[in-house]
């Protein structure tokens, strides 16, 4: 049982280029999450999805962009990087039912850098 | 919306000792989730600790416990018999109930805690 796995785990990216962030669960959560990390400022959340097909924008959203084709997927588009998308990513899901007072399983983190 | 505060970007503490790690939130819902987790140096989430905030009972977890003041809206984690393991950056985070479904989870600042051999 792999849990959520993120990849890449380090990548740096020049400036104005693409890349996508990955991110799969195996484990049959409805709802997934991406959230950015930045020094001295916690996680901040960029994207969210209840389900596949359905996505909807965090508190940080501009420059991201994302889809949920499956349930078990849900990755993160970077277009035109800038510098101040330089951070650290993380991916997450939760149940969408059931024990609702339990936390996220959150993947290990995605390092991306923008020069 | 809902905003978390953690007004200590650092602690400290002398291993085996007693540490608390403060934590206030503003919300105007009845029904809400809080959680602590630790960020090790390896990045990982882990949860330390949950606390609906329908029940007045302290969560406790091991070596683990909160100190809940609803109308004060406080969460503060006690770590007891601190080890070094416990070094790390914790977070405290809120999450609305709601009937059915999830809501997104909602991360203060975080405290970077040391714990001194």
Redesign the interface.
Known sequence: NAGVTQTPKFRILKIGQSMTLQCAQDMNHN?M?W?RQDP??????IY?S?GAGITDK?EVPNGYNVSRSTTEDFPLRLELAAPSQTS?Y?C?S????GP?????T?G??T?LTVV | AQT?T?SQ?EMSVQEAETVTLSCTYDTSESDY?L?W?KQPP????I?VI?Q?AYKQQNATENRFSVNFQKAAKSFSLKISDSQLGDAAMY?C?YRI??Y???T???????TRLSVIA
């Open positions: 709802y999450y959230y001295g400022m916690g996680l901040k959340l969210y209840v965090g650290v993380f997450a939760s149940y969408s039912s609702a007072n339990y936390g996220y959150f290990s983190g390092r | 978390v953690q970007p989730y959680f987790y390896s990045r990982q989430m949860l949950r609906e977070f985070a109930a709601i059915s479904g999830n997104p989870l909602v991360f203060g600042k975080g």
